[in-house]
């Protein structure tokens, strides 16, 4: 029983990101609105503004209009397509949330499993919280091995977390019906845990698809900001130190 749920509804997405990407984040990059701020391990940082006016060590560089049309371009990228984690995650979230309820539906036991969706929320606040500080979303760098190794132990501990606490839900919903209908019968409630078990790995099968193709579209949207971030180096000869992405 313990397979029915490979917890694709939380980390799904950062699996295909492991099985896919491999793109290594060399330096610390932060997102505060339409600010990017890349900070290097001894502190040092470069920090590009809404109006696309790039600071270096809180000094000003000044940039040509090819510089800064170069700058607004990779800026703007780089907002809209690494917060897109975070939207995968949050459909996962509200998949795992929709799986829930039906089948919470389907034995008549609404509210059943409201303790298995807090458990679900209260982890992937933990797992955010180490992205987001303070509202902005902060990108430690890693390599791609460090990244892989996080998102494993993440897996592994969603996963136990959700299938504890869903099948012991499911079990005692399962069995207290039985009782009140003439007694446990424990031919029937393997049959009915089992038909539980095909409903979700059909519903998790279709999610698992999409996601991947979202985790691929967005693997190739990192690769696409890899080489934009080469052209912005050597246009910006100053940002050399601050690269983000290498592959």
Known sequence: ?????????????????????????????????????????????????????????????????????AIEAYREKMSAYL???????????????????????????????DDVKKAVKEFYADVEARYYKDGDLVLPAQSFEQMTESWAEDFA????????????????????KMQQDGGLNLTELSESMYELKARLEQRMAEHAKQAEEQAQDFCESLDEMAEQEQDVLKKIPELKDYQVFTI
């Open 1 to 69: 029983m313990k397979q029915i749920i490979p917890l694709s509804l939380i980390l799904l997405s950062s699996g295909a990101f492991a099985a896919q990407c491999r793109v290594d984040l060399q330096n610390q990059v932060a997102f505060s609105g339409e600010q990017i701020e890349i900070t290097q391990p001894d502190g040092d940082s470069a920090k590009v503004d809404g109006d696309n006016n790039l600071f270096i060590h809180g000094k000003q560089i000044a940039l040509t209009a090819e510089q800064q049309a």
């Open 157 to 176: 501990k969603a996963k136990e977390i959700f299938t504890s606490e869903f099948l012991a839900n499911a079990m005692t919903v399962l069995s207290e």
């Open 83 to 113: 917060p897109k984690a975070k939207q995968m995650a949050d459909e996962s979230i509200a998949l795992a949330n929709t799986l829930i309820d039906d089948v919470a539906a389907s034995l008549d036991a609404p509210g059943a499993f």
